[in-house]
């Protein structure tokens, strides 16, 4: 049985600084793809950054450049580094895994598990 559980979200200030951790159980990140969403309220789920089997990340233009994802295989988990955080970066961010793939996907029907979320939020 497959579980993720992401931790390390809280109520910030714009330009501060936060780490998302996503930890996995029943698979492994060295053979699957992982990636974050995120999803504010009213609105529908936004890909933020997904990490192949091999470490290759990809970003949203938006997050580019501000965030970034790292694993670490021995941990069987993920980090997203968010910097300069946004009012607009505030969503609920969800941790995902591909069960059969390495490869990165964007779209949210490729990743069969997903963690519980944990809430950012950004205030000005």
């Known amino acids: 049985q497959v579980h993720l559980v992401e931790s390390g979200g809280g109520l910030v200030q714009a330009g501060d600084s936060l780490r998302l951790s996503c930890v996995a159980s029943g698979l492994s990140f060295t053979n699957s793809a992982m990636a974050w969403w995120r999803q504010a309220p009213g609105t529908g789920r936004i890909f933020v950054a997904a990490?192949?089997?091999?470490?290759?990340?990809a970003y949203e233009v938006g997050v580019e450049g501000r965030f970034t994802l790292s694993k670490d295989n021995a941990k069987n988990a993920a980090y997203l580094q968010m910097n300069d955080l946004r009012p607009e970066d505030t969503a609920v961010y969800y941790c995902a895994a591909r069960g059969g793939s390495a490869d990165i996907n964007v779209f949210d029907s490729k990743y069969e598990y997903w963690g519980q979320g944990t809430q950012v939020t950004v205030s000005s």
């Open positions: 990490i192949s089997g091999g470490g290759a990340a």
